[in-house]
């Protein structure tokens, strides 16, 4: 009996569930880096700490475009429906910082979490479809 709630006890500490903050998913293509002090890393670095703030206080959706060409840097944020202002807000700057530290230099990164997505480009990517 002592053997099985051993095991049992071992078997719930190898299934917790991750950290509420851990992107489920993050898309970071490796051909999109940019040149550090460029006015695209200020331009990215400016989408990326005003998305999550827009988005939070627009129904938990907002998409920007931020600089002028061929600098720009295009972003969406997108909260579940079902989330409320403050945890969207959270969420997506929890994204934001994902973006920062897994994505450090690209033009191009993706990360959702359990209750929020952030997407980010050099591109316009608004209204095409992924597939």
């Known amino acids: 009996m002592s053997c099985l ?3 049992l006890l071992c078997s ?3 299934i ?4 509420a903050d851990d992107p489920i998913y993050t898309d970071c293509p490796s051909n999109t880096k940019y040149t550090s002090g460029s006015a695209f890393e200020t331009n990215r670095h400016a989408l990326l700490a005003s998305l999550p703030g827009v988005a939070a206080i627009s129904s938990g959706f ?3 475009v931020i600089g002028a060409a061929p600098d720009q840097a295009y972003g ?7 989330v409320n202002a403050s945890d969207c ?9 994902d973006v920062t530290s ?6 191009s990164a993706m990360v ?3 209750f929020c997505l952030l997407r980010h480009s050099n591109a316009s990517f608004f209204g095409i479809v992924d597939t």
């Not at 917790?16 to 950290?19: E, L, T």
């Not at 897994?102 to 033009?107: A, G, S």
Request: some cysteine.
């Open 5 to 7: 709630l051993a095991l």
């Open 12 to 14: 719930l500490i190898l």
């Open 16 to 19: 917790a569930p991750a950290n």
């Open 62 to 64: 907002a998409d920007q």
């Open 76 to 82: 969406l944020a997108q909260c579940r429906g079902d």
């Open 89 to 97: 807000l959270a969420c997506l700057g929890s994204a934001a910082q």
């Open 102 to 107: 897994k994505c450090p230099d690209q033009k």
């Open 112 to 114: 959702i979490h359990e």
